[in-house]
């Protein structure tokens, strides 16, 4: 079956743009998060998203940075006014409902590059 | 708060050799535990898993076991490939606000050579 995909797999621009990063999950799952990995790091939790609310942001960095889902599958990861320590592989993962050890499976990531 | 600790790399070793990455945590409550692997050009995805104290995790040849006295959870195999070079991520998930947040370990990279 079809794994979480995430759109586009590149994206370059300037500083101070805007930009949004897309995340299909696998069809049925109904938790989703977004990471950050900066090279040679871990991912850093950013958001969960249990359905189509929020149940989790701390670790958006500040307000420059939303997530939406609005129908409970695909999000999307808004950025304003971008910046060049923005730049890094932005993940999106999904897991199905009903877990309480918390599996999740990666999508290949999005490369945001802020010149 | 909750953390990972993981032995820092690059870890280069010979075909068939004995490997050992080192994890520890931090959290309260009870975590699950996992180890994810980043082959190069491809996405994360889980190696294996434990969800209490005492558990094996095992896959492909990998184990660890969750130790909770010594808040450990290091990754083994007994004969390495060059196929197993890779970057491997300690984590765990725990139940936070509103559901459950896995924090990861910084990486080890693993270097294999024929």
């Known amino acids: 079956g079809a794994g979480v995909s995430q759109t586009p797999s590149n994206k370059v621009t300037e500083k101070g743009k805007y930009v949004e990063l897309r995340c299909d999950p696998i069809s049925g799952h109904t938790a989703l998060y977004w990471y950050r990995q900066s090279l040679g790091q871990g991912p850093e939790f950013l958001i969960y998203?249990?359905?189509?609310?929020?149940?989790?942001d701390s670790g958006l960095p500040n307000d420059r940075f939303f997530a939406v889902r609005p129908e409970g599958s695909v999000s999307t990861l808004k950025i304003q006014r971008t910046e060049r320590g923005d730049s890094a592989v932005y993940l999106c993962a999904s897991s199905p409902l009903g877990q309480t050890y918390n599996e999740q499976f990666f999508g290949p990531g999005t490369r945001l590059t802020v010149l | 708060g909750n953390s990972v600790t993981q032995m820092e790399g690059p870890v280069t070793l010979s075909e068939e050799a004995f490997l050992t990455i080192n994890c520890t945590y931090t959290?309260?409550?009870?975590?699950?535990l996992f180890w994810y692997v980043q082959y190069p050009g491809e996405g994360l995805q889980l190696l294996l898993k434990a969800t209490k104290a005492d558990d094996k995790g095992s896959n492909k040849g990998f184990e660890a076991t969750y130790r909770k006295e010594t808040t450990s959870f290091h990754l083994e195999k007994g004969s390495v490939q060059v196929s197993d070079s890779a970057v491997y991520f300690c984590?765990?998930?725990?139940?936070?606000?509103?559901?459950?947040?896995?924090?990861f370990g910084a990486g080890t990279r693993l270097f294999v050579k024929a």
């Open positions: 998203f249990q359905g189509t609310g929020a149940a989790d």
């Open positions: 984590a765990l998930s725990a139940p936070g606000t509103g559901g459950f947040k896995t924090i």
């Open positions: 959290a309260t409550g009870y975590p699950s």
